[in-house]
Each structure stands twice: as structure tokens, then as C-alpha cells.
Nanobody
Framework: QVQLAESGGGLVQAGGSLRLSCTAT????????MGWFRQAPGKEREFVAA????????FYADSVKARFTISRNNRNTAVYLQMTDLKPEDTAVYFC???????????????????WGQGTEVTVSS
């Protein structure tokens, strides 16, 4: 099992920045990718960004490209989401997720993730 814990959410004005962190514990060697999803009130949970250990590749939703950056630590036990130029439409609960190495699946699909954090709330005021 893998446990995920997010931190770094909060209230920020439009145009501001926030950095989210997600730390994985437990069977971390079994992880092959970690990502961020978000869910706004009344909406479906959507993909934001992911880091795949396979080829050290990063992936982003079109809505956040050039504004958000995902990175990881050297031990592959944490990912970070640097968010800049935040907009009110970025307001959501942000969830960290981890994908098992046994899946070998796309990293942008919610159902292809095996472990989830509790979420951290991000509110962007206009």
C-alpha cells in the first residue's frame, strides 16, 4: 500500500502563485507515476499534471500548460506542483495520485491511478 499526503493549498489572489506538495509513504518503489487532479464544486475530477518515472516525462492539461510545473524529488517519493498566474477557474480541491508500476497505463486518466490523497483546497479570488 501507498499513502499520499498533500499540503500547500490556500487562498490566493488572481495572478498569484502557490506550491503544492505531495509526499508518498509505504511501498513507494511500486510507484511508476504520480499526478495531480482537481475537482471544482459541481464538476468532475479532472487531470492537471503528472510525472512518469518512465523516461522522466511530464504531462499537463492544456488549461494549465505554461502556468503550472510538476517536479519530483530525487527519491521518487514526492511530487510538487508549482502554480503561477493563478485564475479564479483554478479554484478546486487538488488531489495527489499515484499509479502502480504494474499498470503501464496513461497518466492522464483518473481510473488508472491506484492511490489517492485526501486533497488540499486551493481558492483563487478575483
Amino acid at each position: 500500500q501507498v499513502q499520499l499526503a498533500e499540503s500547500g493549498g490556500g487562498l490566493v489572489q488572481a495572478g498569484g502563485s502557490l506550491r503544492l506538495s505531495c509526499t508518498a509513504t509505504g511501498r513507494t518503489p511500486s510507484i511508476s507515476a504520480m499526478g495531480w487532479f482537481r475537482q471544482a464544486p459541481g464538476k468532475e475530477r479532472e487531470f492537471v499534471a503528472a510525472f512518469s518515472w518512465r523516461g522522466s516525462r511530464t504531462f499537463y492539461a492544456d488549461s494549465v500548460k505554461a502556468r503550472f510545473t510538476i517536479s519530483r524529488n530525487n527519491r521518487n517519493t514526492a511530487v510538487y506542483l508549482q502554480m503561477t498566474d493563478l485564475k479564479p477557474e483554478d479554484t478546486a480541491v487538488y488531489f495527489c495520485a499515484a499509479q502502480s508500476m504494474y499498470r503501464n497505463a496513461p497518466v492522464s486518466i483518473r481510473s488508472d491511478y491506484d492511490y489517492w490523497g485526501q486533497g488540499t483546497e486551493v481558492t483563487v479570488s478575483s
